[in-house]
Structure formats: structure tokens, C-alpha cells
């Protein structure tokens, strides 16, 4: 299950969930050059989750397998979305590109205990 809060800013899923996240930018049209960087970190500086993402229909698509989420604890994971035209690579991260959008540090993965769901 994946459930985004009213706000738009906390995404609340089950430990070992699977599924696609899409995201769509209000104001921005994505162009065929156009990349996506998604990570998720601890919030202690460790990255539990990051993707070069694909750009399907206008909208940025994030997948999640059983193995990104099933060994995290119940919390909150904040995460970052960088999109860039024609971006520059440095260890598999987009580091610089024209146009870079990046959201603010307000934005969560919230985990929750897969018992929830019997």
C-alpha cells in the first residue's frame, strides 16, 4: 500500500511493499532529454534507497521491490527527487544539468510494520 498524505509530502507505505511510484511536477513538462534521480535516506546521512528513474507519460516513475523496504525499521525516511536536462553524472548520482529541480528536505517516506496490514 502506498498512501500520500493530504499535504503531498509524506508518503506512508508497508515495510516490503511493492509497486511504482509516479510523480508528477506541477509547472514542468518533462523533454526527452530530461533524467530523474530519486533517493531516500535515513535522515542520519545514509542512503537506504536511490534510482536513475524513468520518465513514462509526463511523469517520473519510482519502483519499489520486496528488498528496498522490508529491512527498514517503522519510521521516517526523508527523500529527494533531482530532475535534470541534459544532466552530469558523478557515481551513478545526477550531479548537474540544466534546469535542476530538487524538492525541499520536507518531504518523507513514512514506514510502516507490514502487521498493520492483517
Known sequence: ?????????????????TGTLRIHLN???????DRAYFAMGDGKGTIVKSAIC????????????NADTKNLAEGSYPYGLTVATDPVYDNGKI????????????????IVDTTALI
Open 1 to 17: 500500500m502506498f498512501k500520500l498524505d493530504k499535504n503531498g509530502t509524506t508518503l506512508v507505505m508497508h515495510k516490503g511493499n
Open 27 to 33: 509547472g514542468y513538462s518533462f523533454g526527452p532529454s
Open 54 to 65: 524513468e520518465i513514462v507519460d509526463g511523469c517520473v516513475e519510482i519502483a519499489f521491490a
Open 95 to 110: 550531479v548537474n544539468g540544466s534546469c535542476v529541480i530538487t524538492p525541499d528536505n520536507d518531504h518523507v517516506v513514512q
